[in-house]
C-alpha cells in the first residue's frame, strides 16, 4: 500500500516554483473518502494547499501525535537518466523527484492512517496527519502560516518528521534522530573591480578578485564548538572507535580550550563530524556579467552558511570581513539570516524518544539511539518554536557518502523504505497504542531487476 502511494505522489508532479500541491492532497484525501476519514484543506491562497487529518484517541490527557511531511519538491535537477516526475521502478529501487524528499513520508504516513482506520483500531492518543506546502522555499504557505492561524485545530504536543536516519555500522547500527538542526543563513560575496569591453584587461576584474576572496573564505575555519547534541553524540559512540578515535574523543569532551580545538580540527576532517562541530560555509550562487562582450564591474557569490544552535550570524559575519583589507574592495552582507531565538535541542528525556529507543531496540538489536544535530533545516526549526517535542527521522542513510536528495536521478531503495515503513510503523504502535500491531520483521518485497513506469493515479 505504501508503496503504492510512492509511486503514484512521484506522479504528481509538486516541484517548485509552482508545485501541484493540490492535486497531491486530493490523491491523498481520495484515500482517506475511501476509509472515512474526516479531513480539511487549508489554503493560503489559490495556488497552495495543506491537507489535515485526524485519528481521534480515547485519552484526551494524552497529548496527540503529528506525522508531518511536505507535498512540494524542490525543482528537478538537471543530468536525469529517469523521468523525475514518473516514478520508474528497477534494480529495487524507486526513482523519481520526492522519493526521499519527502514523498517517501507522506505515502507511509498515509498507509498507516488508512491501515488503522480500516481495522478501527483505536489510539490512546490523537494521531494527527499533515502534509504541507512549500516547505522547499521557507514554508510561509506551509508550517509558518499554519502556526499563524489554524494552530489550534492542529495544537500537537509531539512530531515526527523527516531529518534522521539509520547509520549501518559493523559494531552496532545508530538511529540517529534529529533533536535539533543548524540554522540557515546565506551571505553575499560582493567584488567591486572596473567595468570595461572585455577586449580590455584590467588589473582589478571583478571576477578574478572574486575568486580570490572565495579562496579566502575556503580556506578559513570557523572555532569549533561542542553543542549539547554534538557532545552526546560523540560520547555515545566513543565505544565504536578505534583506540585513536577514543582517545581523540576524549580530548575533545574533556580536556582544555586548546586541545578541544585541536581535537575538533582532527576530527572535522570527517566532512559529517565537522558539520557537528563548526558553522560551516558553501558557496552556491555565482553572478557576474551576462554579456560575454563586457567585464562586469562587480561579481557576487552567494555562501550558505550553516550556523551551530547558539552560534552569532553577526559575529560570523564579522570574522569573515576581517579576512579582507579596504584596498580588496570586498564586501559582505547577510542577505538572509537565521530566525532568533532559535528552538533548543531535544535532549532525549521524553517519551516519543522512548519509543524511538524501544523500536530501535526491536528492529536493530543493540543499536544505539542518538538525538542528533542535523546539518540541515526544515519544518522540525518551526515545530519547535511551536512548543512541540519533535525529531526527525527516516531510512538507511551514510552521512559520509554522496546525498541523493535535490540531485538528478533522486531515488529510494525497496529495501530502505520497507526498513523506513517498519520504524515508523513501530514508533507508531508503541507511542500511540502501547503495543505491537503488526510483527516488526517481516521481509521486505521487491521486484528486483524489473524495469517498469508506474501508471499515473486514476483521472491524471
Known amino acids: 500500500m505504501a508503496k503504492r502511494h510512492l509511486i503514484n505522489l512521484i506522479n504528481i508532479d509538486t516541484s517548485q516554483p509552482e508545485p501541484q500541491e493540490l492535486k497531491a492532497a486530493r490523491y491523498i484525501y481520495k484515500e482517506f473518502n475511501k476509509h472515512h476519514i474526516d479531513w480539511d484543506i487549508l489554503r493560503p491562497d489559490k495556488n497552495h494547499a495543506n491537507l489535515l487529518a485526524r485519528l481521534p484517541g480515547s485519552d484526551p490527557s494524552q497529548k496527540p501525535l503529528l506525522l508531518i511531511s511536505h507535498l512540494d519538491t524542490a525543482s528537478a535537477a538537471e543530468g536525469w537518466t529517469y523521468p523525475p516526475f514518473r516514478a520508474t521502478?528497477?534494480?529495487?529501487?524507486?526513482?523519481?523527484?520526492?522519493?526521499?524528499?519527502?514523498k517517501n513520508y507522506t505515502a507511509i504516513y498515509t498507509a498507516l492512517i488508512t491501515w488503522l482506520k480500516k481495522h478501527n483500531l483505536i489510539p490512546k492518543r490523537d494521531i494527527i496527519f499533515l502534509a504541507t506546502s512549500g516547505e522547499e522555499v521557507g514554508s510561509a504557505t506551509g508550517l509558518q502560516w499554519l502556526g499563524a492561524t489554524h494552530w489550534e485545530k492542529i495544537a500537537p504536543g509531539y512530531a515526527l518528521n523527516e531529518g534522521g536516519g539509520i547509520i549501518k555500522n559493523e559494531e552496532a547500527d545508530i538511529v540517529f534522530a534529529e533533536a535539533s538542526t543548524k540554522m540557515y543563513m546565506d551571505i553575499k560575496v560582493t567584488a567591486h573591480g572596473t567595468g570595461v569591453h572585455s577586449s580590455m584587461p584590467v588589473d582589478?576584474?571583478?571576477?578574478?578578485?572574486?575568486?580570490?576572496?572565495?579562496?579566502?573564505?575556503?580556506?578559513?575555519?570557523?572555532?569549533?564548538?561542542?553543542?549539547?547534541?554534538?557532545?552526546?553524540?560523540?560520547?555515545?559512540?566513543?565505544?565504536?572507535?578505534?583506540?585513536d578515535g577514543q582517545t581523540t574523543i576524549d580530548?575533545?569532551?574533556?580536556?582544555?580550550?586548546?586541545?578541544?580545538?585541536?581535537?575538533?580540527?582532527?576530527?572535522?576532517?570527517?566532512?559529517?563530524?565537522?558539520?557537528?562541530?563548526?558553522?560551516?560555509?558553501?558557496?552556491?550562487?555565482?553572478?557576474?556579467?551576462?554579456?560575454?562582450?563586457?567585464?562586469?564591474?562587480?561579481?557576487?557569490?552567494?555562501?550558505?552558511?550553516?550556523?551551530?544552535?547558539?552560534?552569532?550570524?553577526?559575529?560570523?559575519?564579522?570574522?569573515?570581513?576581517?579576512?579582507?583589507?579596504?584596498?580588496?574592495?570586498?564586501?559582505?552582507?547577510?542577505?538572509?539570516?537565521?530566525?532568533?531565538?532559535?528552538?533548543?535541542?531535544?535532549?532525549?528525556?521524553?517519551?516519543?524518544?522512548?519509543?524511538?529507543?524501544?523500536?530501535?531496540?526491536?528492529?536493530?538489536?543493540?543499536?544505539?539511539?542518538?538525538?542528533?544535530?542535523?546539518?540541515?533545516?526544515?519544518?522540525?526549526?518551526f515545530l519547535r518554536k511551536l512548543g512541540v517535542i519533535t525529531y526527525g527521522l527516516g531510512p538507511e542513510m551514510d552521512p559520509?557518502?554522496?546525498?541523493?536528495?535535490?540531485?538528478?536521478?533522486?531515488?529510494?531503495?525497496?529495501?530502505?523504505?520497507?526498513?523506513?515503513?517498519?520504524?515508523?510503523?513501530?514508533?507508531?504502535?508503541?507511542?500511540?497504542?502501547?503495543?505491537?500491531?503488526?510483527?516488526?520483521?517481516?521481509?521486505?518485497?521487491?521486484?528486483?531487476?524489473?524495469?517498469?513506469?508506474?501508471?499515473?493515479?486514476?483521472?491524471?
Open 89 to 102: 521502478q528497477k534494480d529495487g529501487n524507486i526513482y523519481g523527484l520526492g522519493a526521499t524528499d519527502a
Open 204 to 243: 582589478d576584474n571583478a571576477v578574478y578578485m572574486l575568486s580570490q576572496a572565495l579562496a579566502k573564505i575556503s580556506a578559513y575555519r570557523p572555532p569549533a564548538r561542542l553543542t549539547p547534541p554534538a557532545r552526546t553524540l560523540f560520547k555515545l559512540i566513543r565505544p565504536l572507535q578505534e583506540e
Open 251 to 381: 580530548v575533545l569532551l574533556n580536556s582544555s580550550e586548546q586541545n578541544q580545538q585541536e581535537a575538533a580540527q582532527v576530527m572535522s576532517q570527517d566532512t559529517f563530524f565537522r558539520t557537528q562541530l563548526q558553522d560551516t560555509l558553501n558557496p552556491t550562487v555565482l553572478s557576474a556579467s551576462h554579456d560575454a562582450g563586457s567585464a562586469s564591474g562587480e561579481a557576487s557569490a552567494l555562501i550558505n552558511a550553516r550556523l551551530l544552535p547558539g552560534s552569532d550570524p553577526d559575529q560570523l559575519l564579522a570574522q569573515l570581513q576581517a579576512l579582507f583589507e579596504p584596498q580588496d574592495n570586498i564586501s559582505l552582507e547577510i542577505v538572509e539570516r537565521p530566525q532568533l531565538p532559535f528552538p533548543a535541542p531535544m535532549d532525549g528525556t521524553d517519551p516519543l524518544f522512548a519509543s524511538i529507543n524501544n523500536t530501535a531496540q526491536k528492529l536493530l538489536p543493540g543499536a544505539i539511539t542518538v538525538p542528533g544535530l542535523s546539518p540541515a533545516s526544515g519544518d522540525n526549526e
Open 400 to 460: 559520509l557518502s554522496e546525498n541523493n536528495t535535490h540531485i538528478a536521478n533522486e531515488f529510494i531503495s525497496e529495501k530502505n523504505f520497507y526498513s523506513q515503513l517498519q520504524f515508523v510503523a513501530g514508533i507508531l504502535f508503541d507511542f500511540a497504542y502501547g503495543k505491537d500491531l503488526l510483527p516488526l520483521s517481516a521481509n521486505a518485497q521487491t521486484d528486483k531487476g524489473q524495469t517498469t513506469v508506474a501508471e499515473a493515479p486514476a483521472g491524471k
